[in-house]
């Protein structure tokens, strides 16, 4: 059963999945090709320079998991939405048993593109001669990034194994909860001069801040430091 | 003889304008079961309730044992289901689709497959988001009935279909089901398709149940007859009255009526009228009255 929701699960997502898995290969090197030119009429503290140029990268890695994760998530349940669910609902298993046969099979298909990243930071890196003191990271990188793209596809999948109503009403609820939210805070404060934290800050605090899930899209994603 | 599909005091609602109504079905094991219907009497949606994909708002249900809100797996392994409406995951070949769907059923007959798709002529490795319509419906059937099922639950499974598509289609289901004694219950509008295959008919309107009885019964028991003359009342008619329409050229009327026998035509010369004529009603016309009679007693 597994093999084969694999199989469907790779039929369904490998298109979708293809121009960020290229995009996953070329970033890093395209980011250390970048940053050595740009650091090689540098003379005084090249190391310092050269982490400089990375970090303009630093944001897109993170952007890129998340499309990844994304893409996977919604490409294995795109035909079962579109056959309205009939084929799923119709095999002889508990639902909860075809939700995880299909979450653990696309799960799978995540560390493509962390694979291409992983490929092209080591070939990016192997190529590079480094200033002293720094090291390049490419194995703790791609798996920073396929932990962000799980995450995204953890989160995405959930979303997307609902109906379309379901989905709305969850979205719908928290973009209500964060308005009025905000709203409510806001009149408390201001008149019982309380301290209230805004929603948009606890769900930063949860969400974001560490053990938050999405805590691991924070910081600097560097894959040369010291 | 034991029911295949049982359902008691069945109640669903979709929105204001469809509900179905304390829905009583019996489908005895080994029978064909015509479930018939015009479009929208709600066919589709029992059949969703009745395999778990729909949850009714009352009444109990029972697929070959097992109730169908709570132990529906069990029901489905042996079940074989066509939908109306493709379902198959169109990135999938012919043959990915046949080792998709064996994954999930034990039963599989990998030499029976084969051998039906050879007599569909479906081609192995073609996408099924290439294949026409007819193609698709014949794999649809192939995956129901490779999987050995006790039970095969067809939704209008050749409507859209050629004759010549819906005639091999319908011959492999009679195929099986003489060889494996399972029982059918085919859900359409296409009447006479039906006369020929069902030994079992109930009758759908607007989600409530018309009728259900043998086709014997279906077909025999409802006449059409025509009087020479007007009779008056019908309280104590051993029949029940279908419909009554007054005929313009004899000046009498023409009645569909169900439970008919010959020696009732003697009720007529009481009530100051006489038969002219009893005539055989075919299904579709039975159908028809039926739905008809249900409508004007609904109003």
């Known amino acids: 059963m597994f093999a084969q929701t694999l199989m469907l699960n790779w039929k369904v997502a490998r298109w979708p999945l293809l121009p960020f898995v290229l995009i996953a290969f070329g970033l890093p090197l395209l980011a250390l090709r970048m940053a050595a030119s740009f650091t090689d009429a540098v003379v005084f503290a090249p190391g310092r320079a050269l982490l400089g140029a990375l970090e303009i990268w630093t944001p897109f890695f993170p952007f890129l998991a998340f499309l990844c994760g994304a893409a996977c998530a919604l490409s294995v349940w795109a035909w ?128 974001l801040r560490w053990p938050g899930p999405f805590n691991v899209y924070g910081g600097n994603w560097m894959l040369i430091d010291v | 003889m034991s029911n295949a599909i049982e359902a008691r005091g069945v109640a669903y609602r979709a929105g204001k304008n469809f509900e179905i109504r304390d829905l009583d079905l019996n489908v005895p094991s080994g029978s064909i079961y015509g479930f018939l219907g015009p479009n929208g009497a709600g066919k589709t949606t029992t059949i969703r309730l009745l395999l778990g994909m729909t949850r009714a708002a009352g009444g109990r249900m029972t697929v070959l044992g097992h109730d169908s809100s709570r132990d529906v797996a069990r029901a489905l392994q042996r079940t074989g289901y066509v939908p109306e409406r493709p379902h198959l995951y169109a990135a999938f070949t012919v043959d990915e689709a046949m080792r998709y769907h064996r994954a999930f059923y034990p039963s599989w007959d990998d030499a029976w497959a084969e051998k039906l798709k050879r007599s569909f002529a479906l081609p192995d490795d073609r996408r099924i988001a290439k294949l026409s319509k007819g193609e698709v419906g014949k794999l649809m059937i192939l995956l129901a009935l490779a999987q050995r099922p006790e039970l095969l639950v067809l939704d209008e499974p050749t409507d859209g279909l050629d004759p010549m598509i819906r005639r091999d289609a319908l011959s492999a ?87 008919w026998q010959d020696p009732m035509r003697q009720y007529f010369d009481h009530a100051g009228a006489s038969v002219r004529e009893v005539a055989d009603l075919d299904l579709e016309e039975v159908f028809v009255e039926l739905l008809r009679s249900s409508r004007v007693a609904a109003r």
């Not at chain 1, 075809?98 to 930071?121: D, Q, R, T």
């Not at chain 1, 200033?131 to 798996?143: Q, R």
Request: proline share 5%; glycine share 8%.
């Open chain 2, 173 to 259: 289901v009679l195929d099986y089901v003489a060889e494996a004694r399972a029982t059918v219950f085919i859900s359409s509008h296409l009447v006479h398709e039906l006369e020929r295959i069902c030994d079992w008919v109930g009758v759908l309107d607007h989600g409530q149940m018309v009728a259900e009885m043998p086709i014997e019964s279906f077909k025999n028991g409802v006449k059409r007859v025509r009087l020479q003359g007007s009779p008056g009342a019908l309280d104590d008619a051993p029949f029940a009255v279908l419909s009554r329409t007054p005929d313009q050229l004899t000046a009498g009327e023409t009645w569909i009526v169900r439970g």
């Open chain 1, 80 to 207: 079962d939405h579109r056959a309205n669910h009939v084929y799923a609902l119709t095999l002889p298993l508990p639902r909860w048993k075809y939700v995880l046969l299909k979450l653990g099979a696309g799960a799978l298909l995540v560390f493509i593109p962390a694979f291409a990243v992983l490929a092209g930071a080591l070939i990016g890196s192997s190529g590079l001669t480094l200033p002293d003191g720094l090291h390049a990271y490419p194995v703790t990188f791609a798996f920073r990034f396929l932990l962000a793209a799980m995450i995204a596809y953890a989160a995405i999948f959930a979303l997307a194994a609902g109906t379309q109503r379901t989905t709305t009403l969850v979205l719908a609820g928290l973009v209500l909860f964060m308005i009025f939210g905000e709203i409510g805070a806001g009149y408390l404060n201001d008149t019982l001069h309380t301290l209230l934290p805004a929603p948009f800050e606890l769900l930063e605090a949860a969400l």
